[in-house]
């Protein structure tokens, strides 16, 4: 990580800080709602307006407060808009998410700058490369090089790429061949969904390293295997739900409850039949239970004795934020994430794995984002 600092922004008092911070979540939320309503078969000139204006405003503000490299990055990203704005570039849903993309990763490094007074400045850098990538793009079509560098944000790595191979999932996600029979059920539930699968390897990632916090910290220990395994058959067991239950925006009937409920309940079931996983199935059948007694199936109050239901908990309401999902834009930036968590203490998740939760976060994803 190479600090990034502004000295001019950080002689600025902190009251002007903060109103130019809400500004720029302002125009995050106006463009996230423009891109909502935009669909490539018909491209509203007045929302590609608004979208620019959007962007436009993310840069001028930090032009207004001396982040210059902020600017310079943010310039060639609303040129990139203009152009689809103006015509001369044919607006596609993959290229709309990646500017979403951009200015969501750049959210969070504004906020750092604001709190702490510097910010990871490769990260910059790295964003500044896919722009140009996509900007520059006339051999590759817009379409596919917005896919593979919307794909590298995805992924953390920022590298253009058009997707993870399943073999590259394979090779990360099943050290144990037991683990073989599960991700390949998640694999083929979701094989039109390729978006799920990018979540399920964070998912899994997120999870082992909130376990391996959790017992550094003097918690009990916790077989990785099973964790992965109930991981695995989490996302297998989602694909029980109709799908447009699963992506519906509005609330849910009875009926569609007890639907989703049911996921649960076979995934634990599909689970206690293979001898050896008993703890994985706990661990699906408890994860949607809240420290308040409210969840379900079974209304439990208070901690309990699975940690990895907690850890399951944590990480799926993580990525149901952050990652990218047809029934909301793009993603919500990390420090949302993480607010709405920290909220939800000792009411849908206990206090003492809400701080292991931040401890990972702080110390594996603000200082080296990969989520």
């Given at each position: 990580?190479?600090?990034?600092?502004?000295?001019?922004?950080?002689?600025?008092?902190?009251?002007?800080?903060?109103?130019?911070?809400?500004?720029?979540?302002?125009?995050?939320?106006?463009?996230?709602?423009?891109?909502?309503?935009?669909?490539?078969?018909?491209?509203?000139?007045?929302?590609?307006?608004?979208?620019?204006?959007?962007?436009?405003?993310?840069?001028?503000?930090?032009?207004?407060?001396?982040?210059?490299?902020?600017?310079?990055?943010?310039?060639?990203?609303?040129?990139?808009?203009?152009?689809?704005?103006?015509?001369?570039?044919?607006?596609?849903?993959?290229?709309?998410?990646?500017?979403?993309?951009?200015?969501?990763?750049?959210?969070?490094?504004?906020?750092?700058?604001?709190?702490?007074?510097?910010?990871?400045?490769?990260?910059?850098?790295?964003?500044?490369?896919?722009?140009?990538?996509?900007?520059?793009?006339?051999?590759?079509?817009?379409?596919?090089?917005?896919?593979?560098?919307?794909?590298?944000?995805?992924?953390g790595d920022y590298q253009l790429q058009s997707t993870v191979s399943s073999e590259s999932h394979t090779t990360e996600v099943t050290?144990?061949?037991?683990?073989?029979?599960?991700?390949?059920?998640?694999?083929?539930?979701?094989?039109?969904?390729?978006?799920?699968?990018?979540?399920?390897?964070?998912?899994?990632?997120?999870?082992?390293?909130?376990?391996?916090?959790?017992?550094?910290?003097?918690?009990?220990?916790?077989?990785?295997?099973?964790?992965?395994?109930?991981?695995?058959?989490?996302?297998?067991?989602?694909?029980?739900?109709?799908?447009?239950?699963?992506?519906?925006?509005?609330?849910?009937?009875?009926?569609?409850?007890?639907?989703?409920?049911?996921?649960?309940?076979?995934?634990?079931?599909?689970?206690?039949?293979?001898?050896?996983?008993?703890?994985?199935?706990?661990?699906?059948?408890?994860?949607?239970?809240?420290?308040?007694?409210?969840?379900?199936?079974?209304?439990?109050?208070?901690?309990?004795?699975?940690?990895?239901?907690?850890?399951?908990?944590?990480?799926?309401?993580?990525?149901?934020?952050?990652?990218?999902?047809?029934?909301?834009?793009?993603?919500?930036?990390?420090?949302?994430?993480?607010?709405?968590?920290?909220?939800?203490?000792?009411?849908?998740?206990?206090?003492?794995?809400?701080?292991?939760?931040?401890?990972?976060?702080?110390?594996?994803?603000?200082?080296?984002?990969?989520?």
């Amino acid at each position: 990580m190479s600090e990034l600092a502004c000295p001019e922004f950080a002689e600025l008092d902190d009251e002007l800080k903060g109103d130019f911070y809400q500004g720029i979540q302002e125009a995050i939320e106006d463009m996230d709602a423009s891109l909502d309503q935009l669909s490539e078969t018909n491209p509203n000139p007045e929302l590609l307006h608004r979208f620019f204006r959007a962007v436009h405003s993310v840069k001028g503000n930090c032009n207004m407060v001396f982040l210059q490299p902020f600017v310079d990055v943010l310039h060639h990203l609303e040129n990139i808009v203009a152009r689809v704005r103006d015509g001369e570039l044919e607006y596609c849903d993959p290229l709309g998410k990646f500017v979403q993309a951009v200015i969501h990763e750049i959210e969070p490094l504004i906020g750092e700058m604001v709190s702490s007074g510097v910010c990871d400045g490769s990260r910059l850098e790295q964003l500044q490369r896919l722009i140009d990538a996509v900007g520059g793009a006339d051999k590759v079509p817009v379409r596919d090089i917005s896919q593979q560098a919307l794909a590298g944000i995805l992924r953390g790595d920022y590298q253009l790429q058009s997707t993870v191979s399943s073999e590259s999932h394979t090779t990360e996600v099943t050290k144990d061949e037991r683990l073989q029979f599960f991700y390949d059920l998640a694999q083929s539930a979701h094989y039109d969904e390729p978006w799920r699968m990018t979540r399920m390897a964070r998912t899994l990632q997120l999870c082992q390293r909130l376990n391996s916090a959790w017992q550094a910290a003097g918690g009990e220990s916790l077989e990785p295997l099973q964790l992965d395994a109930a991981v695995l058959v989490h996302e297998f067991s989602m694909v029980l739900v109709p799908r447009e239950i699963r992506e519906k925006a509005g609330s849910l009937s009875h009926e569609e409850w007890e639907t989703v409920k049911n996921h649960v309940r076979v995934g634990a079931g599909l689970l206690r039949q293979i001898p050896g996983f008993e703890i994985a199935s706990e661990i699906v059948l408890r994860h949607h239970e809240r420290f308040d007694g409210k969840g379900y199936l079974e209304g439990l109050v208070g901690e309990g004795d699975c940690p990895g239901a907690w850890f399951l908990a944590l990480a799926d309401t993580f990525m149901a934020v952050t990652s990218d999902r047809p029934d909301r834009p793009y993603k919500k930036s990390l420090l949302s994430a993480v607010r709405l968590i920290n909220c939800e203490r000792d009411r849908q998740f206990p206090g003492r794995y809400v701080d292991v939760f931040n401890d990972v976060i702080k110390q594996e994803y603000l200082r080296n984002p990969q989520w």
